[in-house]
């Protein structure tokens, strides 16, 4: 979502604002994610294929963002300054469990134990960026 603004104060001379919300939900999920586990059984590792996961992802984020720019325009030449500012979130979460088909896996010393694991993450989003642009042009009258 995005609302703007524009103002002419005089021929050559504009102010634009702009506003806007970001926001995104994405959720993944695999009853029975497959991978292989690497198990050290008598200090000799045993690859166990075809292990399954109850795996569950969601990544959520929300940025606001604001903008104003002010833009000066003579016969050859245009100059832009402006300012941005944002701030957000992002957040991530994870969760995962035995599967159905790692069921046999919990017989392993110390594996079930680790199940079911679950991770968090929030992290801030801010940032100010100031700019300035210029573009001229002469108009040249080739013989």
Excluded: C
Aim: hydrophobic residues 35%; without cysteine; charged residues 15%.
């Amino acid at each position: 979502m995005a609302a703007g603004y524009h103002h002419e104060w005089s021929p050559g001379s504009h102010t634009l604002m702009l506003a806007g919300r970001l926001v995104n939900d994405q959720q993944i999920s695999d009853r029975d994610a497959t991978n292989y586990v690497p198990i050290i059984v008598t200090n000799t590792i045993v690859n166990v294929p075809g292990a399954g996961f109850d795996s569950k992802y969601r990544s959520e984020f929300e940025i606001y963002s604001a903008e104003l720019s002010q833009i000066f325009q003579v016969e050859h030449h245009t100059l832009v300054l402006g300012s941005r500012v944002q701030s957000g979130v992002f957040e991530t979460s994870e969760k995962i469990g035995l599967g159905a088909s790692s069921i046999g896996l919990a017989n392993f010393a110390g594996f079930s134990n680790a199940f079911p694991h679950s991770a968090r993450s929030e992290v801030d989003f801010d940032r100010l960026v100031a700019y300035a642009y210029t573009h001229g042009s002469r108009s040249t009258r080739w013989r």
